[in-house]
């Protein structure tokens, strides 16, 4: 076991690698140069080739590459030009919105979409059945950032239930305003992200069901006279549970490219939000910071993902 | 000169394991087999599944990648992939698969399908070529019509038949036959072997038939060889395997066929217990140390078996059998 | 080597003309007709179709006839001018510009796009996997490590990245960069099946028969696996519709002046927009949401009629 988990972490590292050295590439690519803006434009064009000389900007690009790495590993990302400050306070204040909001909307997803597969797959052919499979064809096909605009016109806007804007509101003083006042931000974008996220856990889960019911080991307990009841909840449910878990690792690529969506319809102050701001200032700091913790949670999801699975399933180890 | 010469055979097939996924041991589907298959003879190749018969097919019909080992056809050796691009050695030597539904495209028409190696080896006119796919549907038995439907528009049978019409499109001088009846029930068993006999006197094709049912082996193959674990056990010729085995594995595989007189059956049962009892008891005389068949020594000019030379000799005059 | 088989069997040169008519008669209906039976069959998807196909080529041709930079002229007169007049059927922008032309030029452009991506991402994707799944081995080792590589990057990160960087990109150059990241899905499911297709004897028998490995990848085992292709290049194409619009939404898709769906639900970003002068954008969700429905619809239709025990069409 233990050596599919280090087998797997040892992919990984030229993977990192690889990302960061594309990512290191894509900013070098950016027009401009970190000193545009951060000095008087008056500067003397003399000076800024000084300062470029100095900071290292003339050596050859695995040379400037090693010393970004080496700032990289001491926690140093850089100053933003936009923000004025280092990239990672600016970042590790954004950090916590994103991952709430994406930690609640999976939490969401998983209440709506587990009794919603078991219940089709029980009731397989049935109008219950047809009902949940229109849901998320409909679910499926429509891009999500549609569903948000719309969202946040009807019940944001039309109807006025929820804040359309921020990630706590300002009148909020003692702790559990501030929590409550948080909560009700993040309530409608996790909300509908996860309404329109759960095809694949109810397709999923669906098909085991199904599966499971004609399986001869359900037959067996059903003949012996378990109730049926039983049969879902300590057969069926609990064999289909671990691949479903799993599959919370693969979501979060699904998830944080989602934020970058969710944080600019809801203007909510998260690294989403703040990538797409950065993006219009070309703040490239800031740009090349977030693209690699994108990266790096993916990775890590995926990581967590596959080796959920490898415990679930022998197969997947023998590779 | 014989027409496939099988000199040492080996295919292995490594196992990867260990933190670094090295080759740690290999499987040995196939582990050094010799033999000889004459041109215009079918020669049957025995052993349950598992034992290397049908990788040894697949060897020689060049699907599978030889390990170690030669495979001389017209004094080339084809496990190697130029000279079998050189000879157009599968014009010469085609193939019949065990399961007829997977080996005929279920998206391409029966025309297309028999056609397949005429275009590459053939290159004839549009209408030299549906005529020859018509002759050859004429020749398994089948009607002009099936020329435009797909396979899954037939029988068992009849799809073993567009099989066997494949493969003697490019009237190739052997036929690896991979189980040819053995998916099919038994009164199309007989149908399908009358046809691939028919197509042998008629054509002169050899065969390699290779199959686990002794009794249709009786029915086909001049000679045969049994096989078990990757290596050969017993060779000879029908009147030596049937009449006079000598190799344990032989006569389990004698006692399996079932016996279809009722009368018989308690004697039946007695002897194939009684081989059972023999193998139990004295399985280290017929293999080595290893669980594994010895090298094979000959007995008579036909017979060969797989033990020690003294083993061999005593069994052989216990048979009867005239001393080479 | 021909007198051979003329002499063991029954059929000379001469018949052949009749018996090839008599096995015309005898042929089986195609896969077309097959898929046309079962949208016969089913009148809503049949609705789809014709939406779908009538829609396309609407604002296909229609857009046309509009002089796009003329219609982006700002026109200080017409500023949100109200739906449902003579002059404007669909009311204007901020800008004073028509939103119902601007609705037809853009669905052209970011149906266009979505056409554009859904060809090369499902070709390179569907070869992708024929390729991996077919040759194993080493190949499908690298080709599967490089799968793995492009799944973790931040695709949406990296698209915005990508499009900053390119100094002069227009729709060509967006859709290219689109693709480089959309062929994933797609080469999986193909790599599977084929991975299971070509462990089927009807390869070997190829293999036996001469042909060479490309001509078994692409006649051989790419027909078998067509229906899973069609499926899913119509739900990949309901996909890409929400890629590009995606993007314009944020910003970052086709320059300002070129009209899209996704700049038109821009529009909604501003508060005030959003709910005063909702013509200028509604539309151009609701038009979205219609067309991925439609789309996807048919991709259902299409998997029932692969699936022959779900067929509703007449048999033949």
Not at chain 1, 269 to 284: A, C, E, H, Q, T
Not at chain 2, 127 to 135: H, I
Not at chain 2, 225 to 241: P, S
Not at chain 3, 109 to 136: K, R
């Amino acid at each position: 076991m233990w050596k599919t988990i280090l087998r797997r972490l040892l992919i990984m590292i030229p993977e990192v690698i690889l990302l960061s050295v594309l990512v290191f590439l894509l900013a070098k690519a950016m027009p401009g140069d970190p000193f545009t803006g951060s000095i008087n434009p008056k500067a003397d064009p003399a000076q800024i080739k000084h300062l470029m000389e100095i900071n290292g900007l003339n050596d050859p690009w695995y040379q400037q590459y090693w010393n970004w790495v080496v700032h990289l590993f001491h926690g140093n990302l850089g100053n933003s030009y936009q923000y004025q400050e280092p990239v990672t306070r600016l970042i590790e204040g954004r950090a916590g919105n994103t991952l709430w909001l994406a930690f609640f909307t999976m939490i969401l997803t998983y209440a709506f979409a587990l009794p919603l597969g078991v219940y089709a797959g029980r009731h397989e052919g049935k109008l219950p059945d047809t009902i949940i499979r229109f849901y998320t064809y409909v679910t499926f096909c429509i891009p999500v950032f549609v569903i948000l605009v719309l969202g946040i016109w009807i019940f944001g806007y039309v109807l006025g239930w929820f804040p359309t804007t921020g990630s706590v509101s300002s009148d909020a003083q003692t702790w559990a305003q501030t929590v409550g006042s948080r909560f009700y931000h993040i309530l409608l974008p996790s909300l509908l992200g996860a309404l329109f996220g759960t095809v694949n856990i109810v397709q999923y889960l669906r098909s085991e069901v199904i599966d499971a019911k004609h399986s001869d080991y359900v037959r067996t307990a059903r003949s012996k006279g378990v109730p049926s009841k039983d049969i879902y909840r300590h057969h069926i449910f609990r064999n289909s549970l671990l691949p479903i878990a799993a599959f919370a690792g693969y979501s979060i690529t699904g998830l944080l490219n989602g934020s970058i969506f969710t944080e600019t319809v809801f203007s909510y102050p998260g690294m989403g939000l703040l990538f797409v701001n950065s993006i219009s200032y070309r703040d490239y700091t800031v740009i090349t910071a977030l693209v690699l913790i994108y990266g790096i949670l993916n990775l890590v999801g995926t990581l967590l993902s596959d080796i959920i699975l490898s415990i679930v399933d022998p197969r997947v180890r023998i590779e | 000169m014989s027409l496939i010469e099988i000199k040492d055979l080996k295919v292995h097939y490594p196992i990867r394991s260990g933190f670094w996924n090295r080759i740690t041991d290999s499987v040995k589907a196939v582990d050094g087999i010799t033999f000889n298959i004459e041109a215009g003879e079918t020669y049957g190749l025995v052993g349950e599944s598992g034992s290397g018969k049908s990788t040894t097919g697949k060897s020689v019909v060049g699907l599978e990648k030889v390990t170690s080992g030669s495979i001389l056809y017209n004094g080339k050796d084809i496990t190697k992939r130029d000279n079998r691009r050189k000879l157009d050695y599968n014009r010469d030597v085609q193939m019949i698969f065990q399961d007829s539904l997977s080996s005929l495209n279920p998206r391409k028409r029966i025309e297309d399908i028999i056609a397949e190696p005429l275009r590459n080896f053939e290159h004839l006119s549009k209408d030299d070529e549906k005529l020859r796919v018509l002759q050859l549907l004429n020749i398994v038995g089948l009607d002009a019509d099936a020329l435009y439907k797909y396979p899954h528009q037939f029988s068992g049978g009849q799809r073993q038949r567009i099989g066997v019409a494949r493969a003697v499109a490019t009237n190739p001088k052997l036929i690896i036959a991979d189980e040819p009846v053995s998916a099919l029930d038994l009164s199309v068993q007989a149908q399908v072997l009358n046809f691939m006999k028919k197509i042998q006197r008629e054509f002169g094709i050899s065969y390699l038939f290779i199959s686990h049912d002794l009794g249709v082996v009786r029915h086909m193959c001049n000679n045969i060889a049994i096989m078990n674990r990757g290596r050969l056990v017993e060779i000879g010729t029908r009147e030596d395997i049937y009449n006079h085995p000598l190799h344990i594995y032989t006569k389990r595989l004698l006692a399996a066929i079932p016996e279809t007189n009722v009368n018989q059956r308690v004697a039946h049962r007695a002897s194939r217990l009684a081989v059972e009892k023999i193998y139990e008891e004295q399985q280290d005389k017929y293999y080595d140390e290893n669980g594994m068949a010895y090298p094979l020594v000959q007995v008579s000019p036909t017979h060969s078996v797989a033990l020690p030379e003294t083993i061999a000799k005593q069994l052989a005059s216990q048979e009867g059998e005239v001393q080479a | 080597m021909a007198e051979n088989f003329e002499k063991h069997s029954d059929i000379s040169a001469a018949d052949l003309a009749r018996l090839n008519q008599e096995a015309q008669a005898e042929a089986t209906p195609s896969t077309a007709k097959i898929i046309w039976n079962e949208f016969k069959a089913d009148k809503p998807a049949m609705a789809a179709l014709f939406i779908i196909v009538g829609f396309i080529a609407f604002v296909m041709i229609g857009a046309l006839f509009i002089n796009t930079p003329k219609m982006m002229e700002t026109n200080i007169m017409d500023y949100f001018d109200k739906p449902f007049t003579t002059d404007f059927w669909l009311g204007a922008d901020s800008g004073g510009r028509s939103v119902a032309k601007q609705l037809i030029v853009g669905s052209r452009n970011s149906i266009g796009i979505a056409i554009g991506l859904t060809v090369i991402s499902s070709t390179v994707g569907i070869c992708w996997g024929l390729i991996s799944g077919y040759f194993g081995g080493y190949i499908d080792w690298g080709m599967q490590r490089v799968y793995d590589f492009t799944m973790m990057l931040p695709m949406l990160m990296m698209i915005i990245v990508l499009v900053t960087i390119i100094p002069h990109y227009n729709a060509v150059s967006l859709t290219l960069i689109f693709s480089l990241f959309y062929w994933e899905g797609t080469s999986r499911l193909i790599r599977s099946r084929t991975l299971a297709e070509t462990q089927k004897d009807y390869v070997a028998a190829s293999k036996t028969s001469g042909t060479s490995n490309w001509k078994i990848i692409f006649q051989g085992i790419m027909p078998n696996i067509s229906s899973l292709i069609i499926i899913d290049t119509t739900l990949s194409f309901a996909e890409n519709i929400g890629v590009e619009t995606g993007l314009s939404y944020l910003g970052f898709g086709l320059p300002t002046q070129t009209p899209s769906l996704g700049t038109m639900i821009a529009n909604a970003n501003d508060p005030t927009n959003i709910t005063l002068y909702w013509w200028t954008w509604l539309p151009a969700a609701l038009e979205i949401i219609v067309l991925c429905l439609s789309i996807s619809y048919i991709g259902q239709v299409l998997r029932r009629a692969a699936d022959a025990s779900q067929r509703q069409g007449a048999a033949d």
